[in-house]
């Protein structure tokens, strides 16, 4: 089957410096593919982000997000492609690339038998430069500083949510890659978290890569969106582009699935 591919050039958001040289994306991925023996995966993902974008990596559940993100974070290999942060290679320089990067993928995971405070100070540990005031910091802007002393194992889903986002945000990370971050939360944790997210962007030009099958969400959280479907990505535009010609992001999304589904 061949699909169809609407992916647009989304050069108008490449940075150019004072003396006009154009500045190295945050992040690029190039040519990335891993298929399992069930012929299912990701197949020549292509895409880039610039400092401070918000991006959407929207798809149906099995669409390959995970995968794609599971590579991008070193969790899985590739079989070919590469995956550029900072300008060095995943595949070859991990903690160079790593470095400024925070993130949950699939899970937020934590010490269940520690507190929210004991968990954040254990992660604290890897970074010379975080201090008690950093680690309340963020227990505050994500809700959950009143229930710093409880054991996690306590915790609703929603509340271990907000941990791991506490925990991917603690080192002040240029780079934010979230896989489904606002699973577990409620409607109030969700504007929370989508506020927070907006705020880091355009206060800290913090860049983020967050993965959800939650349309509305995508639609008031980011400003770049790329779809995926069945492991390739299909179409790609900037979130107030596809707003201009589509009712909703959902009509959209439902739009170019359909499209390339028939191709």
């Known amino acids: 089957m061949i699909l169809k591919v609407n992916v647009k050039c989304l ?8 003396k006009g040289i154009q500045m190295q994306p945050i992040l690029e991925i190039k040519g990335l593919s891993k298929l399992y023996k069930n012929g299912r995966g990701i197949k020549d993902i292509n895409l880039f982000l610039n400092k401070g974008d918000i991006y959407g990596f929207l798809g149906s559940n099995g ?18 492609g590469d995956v550029i942060i900072f300008g060095h290679s ?25 507190t929210a405070y004991e968990n954040l ?10 201090d008690i ?11 959950i500083l009143k229930y710093k002393n409880e054991i996690v194992r306590n915790f ?8 791991g986002i506490a925990s991917a945000i603690l080192s002040k990370p240029k780079l934010i890659i979230l ?12 504007v929370s978290m989508r506020n927070l997210f907006k705020r880091l962007s355009e206060e800290e030009t913090t860049t983020f890569f967050i993965s959800s099958h939650l349309i509305h969400d995508v639609e ?15 179409s790609e535009d900037y979130t107030v582009d596809i707003l201009e010609n589509h009712s909703t992001l959902e009509n959209y999304f439902i739009s170019e699935v359909d499209s390339n589904g028939r191709a």
């Open 63 to 80: 669409a390959g997000k995970s995968t794609a993100m599971k590579i991008m974070t070193g969790l899985m290999k590739a079989d070919s």
């Open 121 to 130: 100070r254990q992660i604290s540990r890897y970074y010379s430069d975080i």
């Open 156 to 163: 609703s889903l929603g509340m271990k949510q907000r941990l």
């Open 90 to 114: 995943v595949m070859s320089e991990y903690e160079k690339a790593m470095r400024n990067v925070g993130c949950i993928i699939e899970t937020a995971e934590s010490y269940s038998s520690l």
């Open 220 to 234: 008031l959280t980011c400003n770049r969106v790329g779809i995926i479907h069945e492991g390739k990505l299909i």
């Open 133 to 143: 005031k950093r680690i309340e910091e963020v227990l505050d802007i994500t809700g």
């Open 179 to 190: 896989d489904e971050p606002l699973n577990g939360l409620d409607v109030e944790g969700m």
């Open 11 to 18: 050069s108008r958001n490449i940075q150019i410096n004072s």
